[in-house]
């Protein structure tokens, strides 16, 4: 019923009102879409770093057990 009211008040409403509101929605739109592609950035930014730190952790590790291995010989 809402929605009808509006529809019909935006129907009603002047050019200038009606641009007002597609750029609203517009704005609106493009700042979720900005939202939406940072926070995908960040996740996969502390991904790779995640995976970095794992992989040069286990490197390091056997990099050590191949030292220690070496030296007992």
């Not at 930014?45 to 030296?71: D, E, M, Q, R």
Request: aromatic fraction near 6%; hydrophobic fraction near 75%; glycine fraction near 2%.
């Amino acid at each position: 019923m809402q929605e009808a009211r509006w529809l019909e008040h935006f129907s009603r409403s002047t050019l200038f009102g009606k641009v007002v509101v597609v750029v609203a929605v517009v704005v609106v739109v493009v700042v979720v879409v900005v939202v939406v592609v940072v926070v995908v950035v960040v996740v996969v930014v502390v991904v790779v770093v995640v995976v970095v730190v794992v992989v040069n952790n286990l490197y390091t590790k056997a990099l050590a057990a191949g030292h220690s291995v070496a030296a007992a010989d």
